[in-house]
């Protein structure tokens, strides 16, 4: 039996919620580490500017990769991940694309 993780429950449902909204296609994830250098302020501000997340949802991912070390932060086709990833990456996150 495990442990109940709530962020886990989030996490799903973040991911579930972008899904449904991409088009049909390979679908792949965009996935951001944590780090010890970049602030929560600056990590949010990103999520919101390059993402266009909310702020509630891009504080939410944020805390889950705190806590968890990482999170998918966007679910779309490859060719749509990348520029998203490269201005993440570009404003000093570490973002992979990663194959669903």
């Given at each position: 039996m495990s442990a109940y993780d709530p962020f886990e429950e989030l996490e799903e449902v973040l991911v579930e919620e972008e899904i449904e909204d991409t088009t049909t296609g390979n679908v792949s994830?965009?996935?951001?580490y944590n780090d010890e250098v970049n602030?929560?302020?600056w990590?949010?501000?990103c999520f919101v500017d390059v993402l266009q997340?909310?702020?509630q949802q891009a504080e939410q991912l944020a805390m889950l990769i705190h806590f968890k070390g990482r999170a998918t932060v966007k679910t779309a086709?490859?060719?749509e991940l990348r520029p998203k990833k490269e201005a993440l990456t570009d404003k000093g996150l570490s973002a992979v694309?990663?194959?669903i």
């Open positions: 994830q965009l996935v951001v602030t929560f302020d990590v949010i501000k997340h909310s702020s086709p490859k060719k694309i990663e194959d």
